[in-house]
């Protein structure tokens, strides 16, 4: 072989590389078991001179403060286009996105306990073995907490204090509880609102309130229906029992007062915190707090409870001002899944195609609005990819938690989001979001295209949950351009968009990463 072949043969090489690179995928792996990403170098460095001037002014790393509402959809909050248009006004919502970042392509888990799960491991709920909400009757064949290693523990172990205010969901056995697995506190209810109500409320469920036999069989599979107190390596006490719907309508008012006494607390201690608040509200059953009023034009129970929701939020903001902490407070505020149609009236509302337990838009796209007064710019809005996991990251990097502390043994999906969110005019380092349901990988969104290669379809209007099909798509994945279409119905098809093999690609290789990081099953069901 000619010296002049060899060096076409390689000039060809380096092109195919050069032009496989230059394609749509912008991400570069660093480690093996880490999600690629976008690197972001010049926004980087804007950010963490931001943050040193910051720490060097206060003294101390910023706190943390999450706040998840349950099922609410992305459509509710005014910011979202819902408000008082749909008969919730959220005045306080509404001035968080107006003071900070809206986020309009958040993405959570299609289901409750997967998402919660997985903004605190940093991991697809595929990986810890936590696929699905754990409901009443669910034995478990394993503690899926016994080999994690949880946000709350690495900044525990990292100086803060931390704390998890009401719905938990993540499992209510000893070890699995938020103070086994690294908070200091907890303060909540181990699992959702309709878990603890249906033993209270003989409207809705009377074949088991009003039937003492099937009432005593319950009672041996049941939830805890005790708000709950435990403090990490000390006691765990009942402080109430939910013994009416009543009760139930109070709750997050109970919760809400507790988280605000502990930043007030917090922000005169040494130590930063992190706050982890979870709403019990918006999710079904919904019951009005009795003693707040009416607060909603349209009188429904849901929307009763998205305008307390609101009422809260604007409370914390509130604190934290007054407390003198706002200007050294990350505060991300967002949902868990998308609304539960299943239950509808009682449910949300999403402008999106599907619903909470699919992994089409309505499932999984959900408001994320970042504020943090001083430190990001008022009124940015952005369209770009935030994976709820990336919280998982981007606190770590706030706290000054290396990722070196992390294992090498697992496979990790977050990325640290800190540029995107605090610079201001940061671009998310998040190349592609993957799709799951239980054991199942279904689908993959890049920029505005979404390929679907399976699909949950409801068999009965609204009936996402309780009466849906999986099912795999035909020849062709179906791929959508979610800026022409974001109602996903109008596939643009194999033979009219260029970028199908990419998404698909992403797809599979995002796939083939539990060949050498296996999945871990606890008994919910691979
Ligand atoms: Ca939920």
Redesign the pocket.
Same mark, same amino acid.
């Given at each position: 072989m000619k010296i002049n072949q060899v060096y076409s043969i390689l000039l060809g090489l380096s092109l195919v590389t050069s032009i496989a690179h230059a394609g749509l995928d912008r991400s570069v792996r660093t480690a093996e078991n880490r999600e690629p990403a976008i690197p972001r170098p010049e926004q980087d460095k804007v950010v963490v001179a931001k943050l040193a001037a910051l720490e060097k002014k206060s003294g101390k790393k910023p706190n943390i403060l999450w706040i998840v509402v *349950?099922?609410m959809g992305y459509g509710d909050p005014g910011c979202y286009g819902g408000g008082a248009a749909i008969g919730a006004a959220t005045p306080n919502i509404d001035d968080l996105a107006r003071g900070g970042l809206k986020l309009t392509s958040c993405y959570a888990q299609q @289901?409750?306990t997967p @998402?919660r799960s997985a903004i605190l491991t940093g991991r697809i709920p595929f990986r810890t073995g936590l696929t699905r909400p754990i409901l009443s009757g669910d034995k478990l064949t394993k503690n899926p907490w016994a080999d994690e290693l949880s946000l709350a523990r690495l900044l525990s172990d990292g100086g803060y204090y931390t704390l998890l205010t009401g719905k938990w969901h993540v499992g209510e056995a000893e070890g699995m509880r938020p103070h086994d697995v690294g908070f200091d506190e907890y303060y909540g209810y181990y699992s959702?609102q309709k878990e603890i109500s249906q033993r209270v409320d003989p409207r809705r469920f009377p074949d088991l309130v009003n039937d003492p036999e099937k009432f005593k069989a319950f009672e041996s599979i049941a939830s805890d229906d005790h708000l709950v107190r435990g403090f990490k390596g000390g006691k765990t006490e009942e402080v109430s029992q939910v013994k009416s719907i009543e009760d139930m309508g109070r709750a997050d008012k109970v919760l809400a007062d507790f988280t605000i006494k502990k930043i007030k607390e917090a922000a005169k201690d040494d130590k930063p915190f992190f706050i982890e608040h979870c709403f019990m509200k918006v999710?079904a059953d919904n019951f009005p707090n009795p003693d707040l009023g009416s607060l909603s034009a349209a009188k429904y129970y849901y929307k009763e409870a998205v305008a307390e929701v609101d009422f809260h939020v604007g409370e914390f903001m509130k604190t934290l001002d007054e407390a003198g902490v706002l200007e050294n407070t990350f505060v991300f505020f967002t949902? *868990?899944?998308g609304p539960?149609m299943d239950a509808w009236p009682d449910a949300g509302y999403t402008p999106f195609r599907g619903a909470?337990g699919t992994t089409f838009e309505g499932g999984v796209r959900i408001p994320g609005i970042a504020y943090w007064k001083g430190m990001i710019k008022p009124g940015r809005v952005s369209d770009d990819l935030f994976d709820l996991m990336d919280l998982f990251g981007t606190s770590l990097n706030l706290a000054g938690v290396s990722t070196d502390k992390l294992p090498k043994d697992r496979y990790y999906d977050f990325i640290d989001q800190t540029s995107f969110l605090l610079h201001d005019e940061g671009e998310s380092a998040r190349e592609a979001v993957y799709f799951w349901w239980g054991g199942e990988l279904m689908a993959c969104r890049m920029r505005e295209y979404k390929a679907h290669v399976k699909v949950v379809l409801p068999q009965s209007t609204h009936m996402q949950i309780d009466m849906s099909v999986l099912q795999n798509v035909g020849l062709a994945p179906w791929l959508f351009n979610l800026y022409i279409d974001p109602k996903e119905q109008l596939p643009v098809g194999h033979r009219r968009n260029a970028w199908l093999a990419t998404v698909v690609g992403k797809l599979k290789a995002h796939g083939a990463t539990f060949k050498k990081y296996p999945p871990k099953d606890i008994g919910l069901g691979m």
């Open positions: *349950d099922d @289901t409750c @998402t959702a999710h949902s *868990d899944n539960q909470k």
